[in-house]
């Protein structure tokens, strides 16, 4: 194919947009990070990678807000940038959860698909996708269970499509380096994580806080991911136990579900396959943080047995204080908002871009007959990534059982592809 992909953007929320509740968003994404990075990538200047950019949701009256969001926050502050799209369902259509399925009947094979939405809705949009050989970029977690994400997996290979995950911690340039410094200090012994967002995130996410998906999925799911990329081929998760804090969610005014955890702490056992020896790790997340200096807290230790790694992701020296909102420290590591000194947007380099651009350049190259889907192994795809949602689908069940200890089974004893979970 000569022409580059359309693109459908399912979910119209913070990530993608920007815009939640009516107005833009609290958060470190106030311009989203999905939309804005798909426009960029329309441009001549980038290259023409994107084609038509169409946008679903669930409810059409948002597109007027989102329009003038955009319109306001983007192409009227960056030079050259166009943002227009094609909105499902119509502006006057309060509700349509069918809308995505009207979307996916106009896009044609080979195009790209993005979903951004609730965890529990995942499955579903992609299988759909998937099926008429769209290639898809799911936002983590892929889907809630570990048979899910199989099933997903299978259609893929089935079809011929790249099935990607939004793994964006993999190309924070701290995070690639610690990852290659970890594979040289021996066998794996002890590794914790702790990420957090403040209270008002729960306002965001009150529609599915506690009842379609949870904090460990939403905010875990990056450092296991991370912990399971630099493990791979050494080391393997075997045993879950899940535990959780709770009293501040269902209390705060923003109608969350009395269901909702604050904290959940995943604990888990691995196996160094070659020797038999142990490792412990422990994942930590929390949307019950007060406001600080930064939106997310976010670090991890590691420690192997012939050294120690420390990153403190939040923190990196670069902090900014003014009138309106105080102290602040900056990570444009991430998304750089700034424009460049030609007014145009400059984030190219940011991890947030970075991972969406490299699924974009891996399905150019595909409808180009330069490459198949199986060759992009190397990157967080459906297949690569089995091994953390199992975890996560551990943790919820021990969660859903009183913190019962879950093992994850695989094949064979030196296999790193798990394939079910089973009571202990």
């Known amino acids: 194919m000569d022409h580059p992909p359309d693109v459908l953007m399912i979910g119209t929320g913070e990530y993608t947009t920007g815009y939640v509740h009516g107005k833009q968003s609290a958060s470190d994404k106030k311009i989203g990070v999905v939309a804005l990075t798909m426009f960029d990538l329309q441009s001549p200047h980038r290259g023409s990678k994107i084609g038509k950019a169409k946008l679903a949701g669930t409810n059409g009256t948002k597109y007027p807000g989102i329009r003038e969001h955009f319109k306001k926050n983007i192409s009227e502050v960056y030079k050259d940038m166009k943002v227009d799209f094609e909105s499902f369902p119509g502006d006057t259509v309060s ?64 079809n011929g499509v790249l099935v990607y995950i939004e793994y964006h911690k993999r190309y924070d340039p701290m995070y690639s380096d610690a990852r290659e410094r970890i594979r040289q200090l021996g066998e794996f012994s002890f590794y914790t994580s702790y990420m957090s967002q403040p209270k008002f995130q729960l306002d965001t996410f009150k529609s599915w806080a506690g009842l379609s998906s949870d904090i460990s999925y939403y905010l875990n799911s990056h450092h296991i991911d991370f912990h399971c990329w630099a493990m791979e081929a050494n080391s393997k998760p075997v045993r879950v136990i899940a535990m959780k804090s709770t009293g501040i969610a269902p209390s705060l005014p923003y109608g969350v579900s009395d269901k909702c955890e604050d904290t959940i702490t995943l604990m888990v056992q691995w196996l160094n396959v070659k020797s038999g020896n142990l490792g412990t790790a422990s994942y930590t997340a929390s949307w019950v943080a007060p406001k600080a200096d930064v939106h997310s807290q976010q670090r991890f230790f590691y420690l192997g047995q012939k050294g120690e790694i420390n990153i403190d992701q939040a923190h990196r020296g670069y902090t900014l204080t003014t009138d309106s909102n105080g102290f602040a420290c900056m990570n444009p590591l991430y998304m750089k908002y700034t424009t460049d000194s030609k007014g145009r947007f400059s984030g190219q380099l940011g991890y947030g871009y970075r991972s969406l651009e490299l699924f974009v350049d891996a399905v150019n190259a595909i409808r ?35 913190s019962k200890a879950i093992l994850i089974k695989y094949d064979s004893n030196d296999s790193f592809v798990p394939v079910s979970l089973q009571f202990e």
């Open 95 to 158: 509700n349509d959860p069918n809308a995505f399925m009207t979307a996916l009947n106009t896009m044609k094979k080979g195009d790209i698909v993005t979903i951004f939405t609730p965890d529990d809705t995942h499955f579903t949009m992609a299988k759909e996708a998937i099926q008429r050989g769209l290639h898809v970029l799911l936002t983590k977690p892929p889907v809630k269970t570990l048979e899910e994400q199989k099933q997903l997996v299978e259609l893929a290979r089935k």
């Open 368 to 402: 180009r007959g330069e490459a198949k889907a199986e060759e992009f192994e190397y990157l967080p795809t459906a297949s690569s990534t089995l091994t953390a949602t199992a975890i996560l689908d551990a943790g919820r069940t021990s969660l859903d059982h009183n």
